[in-house]
């Protein structure tokens, strides 16, 4: 076991059972063998055999409850963990336990999450900012520089029915709703949902929902996409995971003027999460996009390169900030933009710089939590039209449960 040879040492504790099947030393040592070999029904057996034989073994208590969240038997794990507590462990083992309620949390079957914002927008008519959405008006003047406030709200549930450790399915609907208070014609409301099933094999975790999206600006329908996103996981190390993603869907368009927008959009993600040091977190991220419309003006493509930093800070609060930067190209100028901006003859050409920063506190132990969040935005383009700077503050209230 020293030498990490469990297989081994496996073999040779089960013979020294059937000598001695009341040894607690060899049970407890078999079972930790038995878990490490992913066997956590036999060593439920043989912890629940010590605890059978003598009640008062907070460590055997403990590695029970291990096993029991290894089976997803989190009731009877609670159970062992709220035990051990009430025999008064050390503080290290206490904050280990809360660990594992936390993870039992995670790992509930339904979870919902509802959030609340108070937003101000420098630039409203830059469109939403959502890559569904490309607005388009005749003059620079009409489309940029108009600032407003408004109310954004999020509600998305989340399923997951696990059939075993290796095979589940989860589905999610959420509603995102952004709200102006003066400019009504850029109001938001996107519906999403995504179902399919979810592999584990070994260190990777492979899943393969179905997704559909669908898009009303000015409260009038927009657009409305259909397609599928598998998602790959790879965990390296406890500290590094690698994820990579490929999105395909066909959208259609509402508006009768934008029918021709009507094509395939895919995409494809790279990237990983990386835990440096006991609290800083990253998560650096490559996408690559591509939209193939009906008509040749609105076909291109787009790469995109951001990096997700968060740690926490004293008095409970943590920081989130994302530096990001995307270049969009496409395939040859919009004919009906003829004259009306400058640079409106062009093929249009995108250096997108952005960063977000987000300041955020747990409310005690309610599931609330407080954030306060900045973006800067700087869509530096050839035509004028889509040239612009744009500030959005958030104030949020979230909930989960």
């Not at 399923?159 to 095979?167: I, K, L």
């Not at 990983?272 to 977190?281: C, M, N, T, V």
Request: some cysteine.
């Amino acid at each position: 076991m020293n030498a990490g040879k469990f297989t081994e040492a496996y073999e040779i504790l089960k013979l020294a059972l059937v000598d001695s099947p009341a040894d607690q030393d060899v049970r407890f040592l078999l079972g930790h063998c038995a878990m490490e070999l992913n066997r956590p029904a036999e060593a439920i057996a043989l912890f629940e055999a010590m605890l059978a034989a003598n009640p008062n073994l907070p460590r055997v208590r403990l590695d029970l409850g291990r096993a029991y969240v290894a089976e997803r038997r989190f009731d009877l794990a609670r159970e062992q963990f709220n035990q051990v507590i009430a025999s008064n462990p050390p503080p290290q083992v206490g904050d280990n336990i809360q660990k594992f309620f936390s993870m039992m949390d995670a790992q509930r079957p339904l979870h919902l999450r509802l959030s609340v914002a108070m937003m101000s927008d420098s630039n409203v008519n830059t469109g939403p900012g959502s890559a569904s959405i490309l607005t388009v008006a005749p003059t620079s003047e009409t489309i940029t520089n108009r600032s407003d406030n408004a109310w954004n709200a999020v509600v998305s549930v989340n399923h997951v029915h696990t059939v075993n450790n290796q095979f589940a399915w989860q589905s999610e609907v959420s509603v995102n709703s952004l709200d102006y208070i003066q400019e009504q014609a850029s109001d938001l409301l996107i519906l999403s949902a995504s179902t399919g099933p979810t592999v584990a094999v070994d260190k990777f975790v492979l899943s393969v929902p179905l997704v559909y999206d669908n898009i009303v600006v000015g409260h009038d329908p927009y657009s409305h996409s259909k397609g599928i996103a598998p998602q790959l996981q790879y965990s390296y190390s406890t500290d590094v995971q690698f994820t990579g993603g490929f999105s395909n869907s066909r959208r259609k368009y509402h508006r009768v003027a934008s029918l021709t927008r009507n094509g395939q959009v895919s995409g494809v993600t790279a990237g990983a999460r990386i835990k440096a040091g006991e609290s800083l977190q990253l998560q650096p991220t490559l996408r690559f996009g591509r939209e193939h419309a009906y008509e040749r003006q609105f076909n291109n493509q787009s790469q995109g390169l951001s990096l997700g930093v968060s740690t926490p800070l004293p008095e409970g609060f943590s920081l989130y900030l994302q530096p990001g930067v995307t270049r969009t190209v496409y395939a040859i100028p919009d004919p009906f933009l003829a004259g009306a901006c400058n640079g409106c003859e062009h093929a249009r050409r995108d250096w997108q710089y952005a960063i977000t920063a987000n300041l955020s506190k747990p409310i005690g132990k309610t599931g609330l939590t407080a954030a306060l969040g900045y973006t800067y935005t700087r869509n530096d383009s050839n035509v004028g039209l889509y040239d612009y700077s744009r500030h959005q503050g958030t104030a949020m209230l979230t909930w989960i449960y």
